[in-house]
């Protein structure tokens, strides 16, 4: 669905969830700036037992002018179209209202049958969204500097102070929006309550730890979201603890905020792990957040409280892998077999056509951002799920050879270059040119049989992580350089030689 499908309605009506959020009244703010500027009749309205009281949501309210008016459970019908912004309509988050037609613009977990729903869970905010929606409009979101500030504000909020951001256009738009710094520092020195220190004293004093894992598990009373990241970080700097999970109810399930500082747990793989099944969640190496759904739990655990359920999947989780360190590592070759590169087209970049030497960058996609300095030693390869990643040129010789064939695969998120210092973007679509392989290089390979973290010989910093099926694989001539190789990417790409 697209803004544009709702311009048929006139009279429109945002609803955000009961006890709004900085998320849901920022979402709301964006979509009722664009329905006012095209000229409808349009209002943002919450419903639900209470009315707002939160320090930080009342001062957001009156600085950045935003019109939301509460409307009570009993107050009837509604005219024209209703949408449900940050919630979706029918769920026990959001009072049931009345109206003519709906529409639903969401980034929480669930299906609509609703042919006007746009719901995104793998954004980190409504926010992202109702910002990207305008944009597809062309709507000019930086010249509405409130809108800024709200949609930041929103996503900031949603997302531990940016530290559990996972997807690229979360990132993208914190990244170019224009924002008034003060208010935001206004908002953010009013973030808690009274109760919410009590809820977060509460939850330290009575934390329990999983023993031989080194991991902390704080249970907090219903609360905003981002007081479990609040939470889980002062938990995190107990010597005791090198994973936290701090976790608590809210409408439909509960929330949870990871923090990891080893290098053997990444956050973001860790609360996938605990989520599967049951619920999402994504993040970066030390932070992350997560949902649990209440229904999903009950119907794959039935009888199990959250709090057995998270000692159970954790302690899973960690008896699920074994490391290895590959400068270390000697397998039973015997296991392993030769495989050679197939045929297939791919891309390749080099920066230096379009940036300056010794610029510095920030490349951006799916799998994270990785920081670089163009210095001609280097091309960007883009393999065939669209993954980006540096390669030396010298390797990109003896590997691949430059074909003229346009590149013209599709890309779920088209990866992007912040240079610095001046933070131009570039879109690397247009820059990508194909390539094949030369078919001279063999790998050695084999399949795991078994969950993995794999420590490269190149970076002990960080595992990559091997799931049963994948392979663990080295070229044939080095026996030490072993990395990991997705099996979808592994099928598509390799033979055996
Ligand atoms: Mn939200």
Redesign the pocket.
């Known amino acids: 669905m697209r803004l544009k499908d709702l311009e048929n309605f006139n009279k429109i009506t945002i609803q955000c969830h009961d006890n709004p ?1 900085p ?2 009244l920022a979402s709301a703010y964006g979509l009722y700036r664009y329905f006012e500027q095209i000229g409808k009749d349009v209002r943002i309205i919450y419903s639900g037992q209470y009315r707002i009281k939160k320090t930080n949501l009342l001062l957001m309210i009156s600085e950045l002018k935003i019109p939301v008016s509460y409307y009570a459970p009993d107050a009837g019908k509604v005219d024209g179209l209703l949408i449900t912004s ?1 919630c979706q309509y029918g769920q026990g988050n959001v009072t049931r209202l009345e109206a003519d037609d709906i529409a639903i613009i969401d ?2 977990n669930g299906t609509s049958e609703l042919a006007l729903s746009e719901i995104h869970p793998e954004l980190g ?2 926010s992202t969204l109702v910002w990207k929606l305008m944009l597809d409009e062309g709507y000019d979101v930086l010249s509405d500097r409130a809108v800024c500030t709200a949609l930041y504000y ?1 996503l900031m909020t ?1 997302t531990g102070s940016f530290s559990e951001l996972s997807h690229p256009l979360d990132k993208d738009m914190r990244d170019c929006l224009i924002i008034n710094e003060a208010q935001i520092r206004l908002f953010t020195n009013s973030n808690i309550s009274l109760e919410e220190m009590r809820i977060t004293g509460e939850a330290l004093a009575g934390y329990a730890c999983i023993s031989n894992y080194s991991c902390g598990l704080l249970k907090a009373d219903d609360c905003d979201p981002n007081i479990l990241g609040i939470i889980s970080d002062m938990a995190l700097q107990v010597a005791e603890f090198n994973v936290v999970v701090a976790y608590g109810h809210v409408s439909g399930g509960y929330k949870l905020s990871i923090r990891s500082c080893t290098r053997e747990v990444m956050a973001d793989d860790f609360v996938k792990a605990i989520t599967d099944g049951v619920g999402s969640g994504g993040g970066h190496d030390f932070k992350a957040g997560g949902f649990i759904s209440e229904d999903k739990l009950g119907v794959k655990y039935p009888d199990t409280s959250i709090k057995e359920y998270l000692d159970m999947a954790i302690r899973q989780y960690f008896e699920s892998f074994s490391i290895i360190f590959a400068a270390e590592y000697e397998p039973d070759m015997s296991v392993f077999a030769k495989y050679g590169k197939n045929q297939l087209t791919l891309g390749y970049i080099d920066p230096t056509t379009f940036l300056e030497k010794n610029t510095r960058i920030k490349i951006r996609t799916l799998e994270g951002d990785t920081d670089l300095v163009v210095d001609g030693s280097f091309y960007l390869m883009v393999g065939i799920l669209g993954e980006v990643y540096p390669m030396a040129i010298s390797k990109f010789d003896t590997s691949y050879q430059k074909i003229a064939a346009p590149y013209d695969r599709k890309l779920e998120y088209t990866p992007r270059i912040y240079a610095e210092p001046d933070g131009r973007v570039y879109d690397l679509y247009e820059h990508i040119l194909s390539c094949i392989p030369t078919g001279s290089s063999y790998i050695m390979a084999a399949k795991l049989d078994k969950n993995v973290k794999l420590f490269t010989k190149w970076y002990e910093e960080k595992y990559m992580k091997g799931e049963m099926g994948d392979y663990i694989a080295c070229r044939e001539d080095d026996l030490h350089d072993f990395y990991i190789i997705r099996k979808d990417i592994f099928d598509i790409t390799y033979s055996p030689a």
């Open positions: 959020d998320d849901a940050d980034h929480h905010s409504c929103g949603d």
